[in-house]
């Protein structure tokens, strides 16, 4: 019987940052550089002992600190010497960087609509719209996908990005509400087969201790 040839899959593991300050007190970071706290050091840590046998041959990160110093930790435990990777930044959230959701709805009630229904043509005003971020997002990933053909590669980043990631792989129109996890120091696993993409494993958490936050807007 002639053996039909099969291609390895190219598996994309994507870890969000660790936790900051601002993610515990639910506070729009976008491309502010915040770092990590120490519970967030200590979750990049624990991402990066449990994929030290995760066959990963490149790690590419985001170059805002949170994601950055992720990426330090998870590097040092699997031998890896992080990659910064700009296109791989949150999105831009103009005028709502730095505050609250509650001082948002405040003080930006129209936006803070927008926002919520998930306008995508919406751009805080002098940020960044989920148009515009799927394009950046999407074509970073797709980018990454044919450098690695049949490899397993990390990317650390953040979880608006993570948003954009989940809606490409399953279809899912960007204005539709989140059905889905992004917790601070999760760790995902999507495949390439040169055909079409899949979602292999979401919103791992088994490695942390209890209470990872996913403060992101549905």
Wanted: aromatic fraction near 8%.
């Amino acid at each position: 019987m002639l053996e039909i040839p099969t291609t390895r899959p190219t598996r994309l593991c994507l870890v969000r940052h660790g936790e900051t300050e601002w993610n515990a007190e639910r506070r729009i970071q976008g491309q502010i550089d915040i770092g990590l706290n120490p519970g967030g050091l200590r979750q990049a840590e624990a991402a990066g002992r449990w994929l030290q046998r995760a066959g990963l041959v490149a790690l590419y990160s985001s170059d805002l600190q949170r994601a950055w110093h992720t990426a330090c930790a998870i590097g040092a435990a699997t031998g890896l010497d992080p990659i910064a990777m700009p296109a791989l930044r949150e999105r831009r959230y103009g005028i709502f960087e730095g505050l609250t959701y509650a001082e948002l709805a405040a003080s930006h009630p129209a936006g803070y609509a927008a926002f919520e229904a998930r306008d995508p043509d919406y751009d805080f005003e002098s940020g960044e719209s989920l148009k515009a971020m799927y394009a950046r997002v999407t074509g970073c990933l797709q980018a990454l996908a044919a450098s690695h053909p049949g490899m397993a590669i990390g990317l650390v980043l953040h979880g608006g990005v993570l948003d954009i990631v989940n809606r490409f792989v399953r279809g899912t129109p960007l204005e539709a509400p989140r059905d889905f996890l992004i917790p601070n120091a999760g760790i995902n696993w999507i495949a390439w087969d040169g055909c079409r993409w899949a979602i292999e494993a979401w919103g791992e958490t088994r490695h942390l201790e209890p209470g990872a936050l996913d403060e992101l807007p549905t």
